[in-house]
């Protein structure tokens, strides 16, 4: 990967929050009345937190720490290594456990959990994007 690769992950993560908080707007009955709505907020949140373990990755290869072999093993990977505030941690692997189920569980998720992760649990997302750019910050050689 490179800057521009990063980059474009980070513009997607901007993009879905956008849409997403559009989508928040909307009152259950409404969200769920437009299979749209639905399908339009898991792809949103599927992408945002994949291209937040990508960028994860990333890191973890560019700083020389061992190799994940699980999306949670990035958060844990990090953590260990101080460069995500240790009280975030469950809450970053709790986001990627929930893209394994949109990915591998998908008829598996109700739409009064989808509902509530998006009008109670975005600003997990958006800590998570936020803490990954502080490291890219603090770390100039990774772009």
């Known amino acids: ?42 792809h949103r949140l599927q992408t945002s937190i994949q291209a937040l373990l990508d960028i994860g990755s990333y890191i973890i290869a560019s700083l020389g720490l061992r190799t994940p072999n699980t999306n949670a093993e990035i958060i844990e990977i990090l953590n260990e290594g101080g460069y995500l505030p240790k009280d975030k941690a469950k809450t970053y692997i709790k986001i990627s456990q929930f893209r394994n189920r949109i990915v591998h569980l998908y008829n598996h998720i109700d739409t009064e959990t989808l509902y509530d992760i998006l009008i109670n649990e975005l600003g997990d997302i958006i800590a998570f994007y936020t803490d990954l750019i502080k490291i890219i910050e603090n770390h100039k050689k990774l772009l």
């Open 1 to 42: 990967m490179n800057q521009r690769d990063i980059q474009a992950k980070l513009d997607v993560i901007i993009d879905n929050l956008d849409k997403l908080n559009i989508l928040k707007t909307k009152a259950f009955e409404e969200f769920t009345s437009d299979f749209r709505n639905i399908d339009s907020t898991l």
